[in-house]
């Protein structure tokens, strides 16, 4: 809760502030009708590092769809995209970001520039993992476990369907039709079948 | 009071190796007043840990800095609700929370159990001791895992909580993901006990059917809770990142559901018992894997606690536990065999068998995926991670199949379906489905998953529908009531059944939102005041963010600096929205944390508009903003709601009994009538 020595101690704070980008405010051009004078923050330090100019390359979908398959250095298991609109105070994915930029700018191809920071920094930048080597088994592995699940278990279920079959030759006798209009003794079943459902 | 904490621990684990030993050893068979000793060993675990965790309570609330864990996650200007979640905040809290917790649960299994399953508890009260007795001795034995550890001095003022930690879904998330965690030892405890015990019959799983459900339904609160405040804190626009952390969360609530509809077969036809046991014993196991992830430090993730050694604690732990109880279950391997055979794939018994197999696989893929760093590191020596696109190639497709299960498994009929049965079943979900797609192609929507998924959804809801209108209907005839009373009835007598379908309908939910986050857009931008930046919506219209500017105050434990938007919506002024950068102080004013990020939402049920205030290039108001729009995540939530009442619904005491169907065993041979022998 801020008491009032508190708010005088920020008055007093803001007060060089005041004198000094008041004058300086005064003296400078009028804003454009669709802006205003982007005045100095009070105190530019609570929102942490300063950010980089944007640019239109920030929003670039292929600059987007590279960082997007890179992991930041800093140790934060995101990709660059998400980490340098994220994690604000990390300073690794900005640099990388810029790196990436100045590369597209250089005409590179984004195969190239994944396989340039790769080169540098490891494998291990790469998001998903290429499909190789012992790679393979990353991406191989579940499905032939669940396709191994699914044969194991129509085999299993096949045997047993035929042990059952083998075992109790016409122990289930067809069930003649029942008529189409229940009888008075047909609904009592009915209702005494149902009640032992729901319950 | 850290004396006395200290004491606690001591009692709580010397009494719960007690209660093991006995449980274990003892011939309490023979000698009822040892049993009457066992389960009251749970109860005194349990106060010797609610005094323990009253300790550290005032620790916290007296500001005792002295504590180090006191210094460490609180600070004198902290609010007191964070005061109270503070005792979770932290790796050494967290493990006197898990054991007190459990401690409780403990107790209750031995106080509410029916008394026809008396016989199993002292060995259920054996387990828990175990695992209490195991978690207390990590606190007492573990390196800097005890949370009365006392520092050398007594500083002024302590760190305070972490910023993403003082977040209202934060006071919700950990306890009740906890609590879906600790409940899980519950069920492996009637486990474990019926194995011991011999008693393999239906009795142990409707013993610990509810305990199961609480687990369930604690998980997914705790999930969906985290899915929030990973949206609304982290500012990334996303609820969830497959990071190992969320993951180790999702393994045994897949199990578990898995569980969940596999007993069924085992309650109507006495089938799949081994697979039962097995699947208890391996989310227990999955539960402590999760523990273990977040603990070590083996796996990096932005959610693990500090690494320490507690994780080789837990890694010996999981190993012993996981020999001990297939060993068991291999030893009573003959006494679980079926009591009746498949008759028919196209069943609900095969449908719960296909969903078993898409719920285990998905749990093995995640799996897989989470370990797969570790396993590259140990064969190639680079560690790989798999990330976001790995972990939806291969359970995208899964979930859809999943989904589709989810419509079929009520719509067959047990044993066998008759192609009548299939037919009349079907009609009515499959034209559901169809007109959905129909409509999703016709709104332009062309995208394969997402046209599937909607479609999928779209059968499942019918399928729910008819279920519920088939039931009411019958009532109506039957019992000859009105159409709310029929409803009402239908649902009362039998809420496992409806409420598992209200279930459903949450899942249906959750797919709905996953499918939005599929269109979602996003820009970076920079604006003086007054500038304005449009984005596009889905759906087709724009919205148009005018930066008002930026203002900086302080508050109560932080400096803030709050950036405003006016938003219209094609042109049309809708509101304004806020997004914060806060810079957390200590009481003296000093910074104690990197400053963090609150984000700004406008939410209705079509779509969230989400700004992220990201800083400053030049220390002026010119701002930079993330923007996204983010499709249908309200469905998230209200799909969580929806699956709570479901879960509630299901759980919820009273009802008439459960009764096991009788089953006629297939009998071998030729039968043979006996002629009656007169004496």
């Not at chain 1, 060089?16 to 300086?24: D, I, K, S, T």
């Not at chain 2, 693990?304 to 536990?321: E, R, W």
Request: aromatic share 10%.
């Amino acid at each position: 809760m801020t008491d009032r020595r508190g708010f005088l101690r920020g008055a007093l704070r803001a007060l060089p502030f005041a004198v000094a980008v008041g004058p300086l405010g005064a003296q400078l051009p009028a804003a454009s009708p669709d802006t205003l004078q982007a005045d100095l923050l009070r105190d530019p330090s609570l929102l942490g590092r300063l950010r980089d100019p944007a640019s239109a390359y920030d929003n670039d979908p292929v600059v987007i769809s590279i960082e997007r398959r890179l992991r930041c250095t800093c140790g934060c298991t995101l990709d660059i995209y998400t980490c340098r609109t994220t994690d604000f105070s990390c300073t690794f994915s900005p640099a990388l970001h810029r790196e990436v930029i100045t590369m597209v700018k250089s005409g590179l191809t984004p195969e190239d520039i994944v396989a340039a920071l790769v080169a540098r920094e490891g494998p291990a930048m790469l998001m998903a993992p290429p499909a190789r080597g012992f790679n393979l088994a990353g991406y191989l592995v579940p499905g032939l476990v669940m396709a191994s699940g699914a044969l194991g278990l129509a085999a299993w279920l096949s045997r047993r369907r035929l042990a059952v079959a083998t075992a109790v030759p016409g122990m289930c006798p067809p069930v003649p039709p029942s008529p189409s209009v229940p009888d008075a003794n047909q609904m009592e079943r009915l209702r005494r079948a149902l009640d032992d459902v729901e319950s | 009071m850290t004396l006395l904490g200290d004491f606690a621990l001591w009692a709580a684990m010397l009494i719960g190796l007690w209660t093991a030993a006995m449980a274990f050893f003892g011939p309490w068979q023979s000698r009822p007043a040892l049993a009457t000793s066992v389960t009251r060993g749970a109860h005194a675990a349990c106060l010797a840990l609610l005094v323990a965790a009253v300790a550290l309570w005032r620790g916290l609330f007296t500001h005792d800095f002295n504590i180090e864990y006191v210094a460490a996650y609180t600070a004198r200007n902290l609010p007191d609700y964070y005061l109270v979640t503070a005792f979770w905040a932290g790796q050494k809290g967290s493990l006197l929370f898990w054991a007190v917790v459990l401690s409780i649960f403990g107790a209750l299994a031995q106080l509410l159990t029916p008394s026809r399953h008396r016989n199993l508890l002292p060995h259920v009260a054996g387990v828990t001791s175990v695992v209490l007795a195991f978690f207390v001795g990590v606190m007492l034995f573990g390196d800097g895992a005890n949370p009365f550890e006392r520092l050398p001095f007594t500083p002024p003022d302590g760190r305070g909580l972490n910023p993403q930690l003082q977040n209202p879904g934060m006071i919700a998330h950990p306890p009740t993901l906890y609590l879906g965690y600790i409940s899980i030892t519950i069920p492996f405890a009637f486990a474990i006990a019926a194995l011991l015990a011999r008693r393999l019959d239906t009795g142990w799983i409707i013993a610990m059917r509810k305990w199961a459900l609480a687990s369930w339904l604690f998980l997914s609160i705790g999930i969906t809770i985290g899915m929030w405040w990973a949206y609304v804190e982290l500012g990334w626009g996303g609820v969830w990142a497959w990071d190992p952390v969320e993951n180790a969360s999702l393994h045994p609530w897949l199990t578990l559901t898995a569980f969940l509809h596999s007993v069924m077969i085992q309650e109507k036809r006495g089938m799949l018992k081994r697979w039962n046991v097995a699947l208890v014993i391996g989310t227990f196991l999955l539960s402590i894997f999760g523990t273990f992830i977040t603990r070590s430090g083996v796996i990096a993730s932005v959610h693990s606690f500090t690494q320490s050694d507690v994780g080789y604690f837990f890694l010996a732990f999981l190993c012993v536990t996981a020999i001990a109880s297939f060993t068991l279950l291999y030893t009573r391997w003959p006494s679980l065999a079926p009591e009746a055979q498949l008759e028919s794939m196209l069943s609900r018994e095969g449908a719960f068998l296909y969903n078993n197999l898409a719920l285990v696989g998905i749990a093995f893929s995640v799996l897989w995926g989470t370990l797969f760093p570790i396993l590259s590191e140990a064969v190639r020596g680079t560690k790989m991670t798999v990330g976001p696109a790995f972990f939806n190639r291969v359970n995208v497709p899964l979930g859809l199949f999943l989904l589709l299960l989810t419509g079929i498994g009520p719509l067959i009929a047990w044993r066998k379906a008759s192609v009548a049965n299939l037919r009349r079943q079907f009609i009515a979900p499959t034209v559901g489905g169809l007109v959905t797609l129909v409509a999703m192609l016709a709104l332009g929507m062309r995208a394969f998953y997402p046209l599937v998924s909607l479609s999928l959804a779209g059968f499942v809801t019918v399928t729910v529908i008819q279920e519920f209108t088939r039931g009411v209907r019958a009532r109506m005839r039957l019992h000859a009531e009105h159409v709310a009373l029929a409803l009402v009835h239908l649902v009362g007598r039998n809420r496992r059944r409806y409420g598992g379908y209200v279930v459903h309908i949450g899942i249906v939910l959750y797919f709905v939102a996953f499918t939005g986050m599929a269109f979602r857009t996003e820009k970076t931008v920079e604006l003086a005041p007054l500038e304005s930046s449009t984005i596009r919506s889905p759906y087709g219209h724009t919205y148009t963010l005018t930066h008002q500017g930026v203002s900086q105050y302080a508050a109560l434990n932080r400096h803030v600096s709050a950036a405003t938007l006016d938003v219209a919506r094609d042109g049309v002024r809708i509101g304004s929205i806020k997004s914060e950068k806060r810079q957390h102080v200590d009481s003296f004013g000093n910074p104690t944390f990197e400053p963090s990020t609150e984000v700004g939402i406008r939410s209705d049920l079509r779509e969230d508009l989400y700004v992220v205030f990201s800083g400053t290039p030049d220390g002026t108001e010119r701002a930079q903003y993330k923007i996204v729009v983010n499709p249908l995540v309200s469905w998230f939530w209200i799909g969580g709601v929806v699956l709570v009442i479901g879960g509630l619904l299901t759980m919820w005491p009273g009802g008439p009994q459960i009764r096991v169907a009788r089953r006629i065993v297939p009998q071998a041979g030729y039968a043979v009538p006996l002629a009656t022998v007169a004496k």
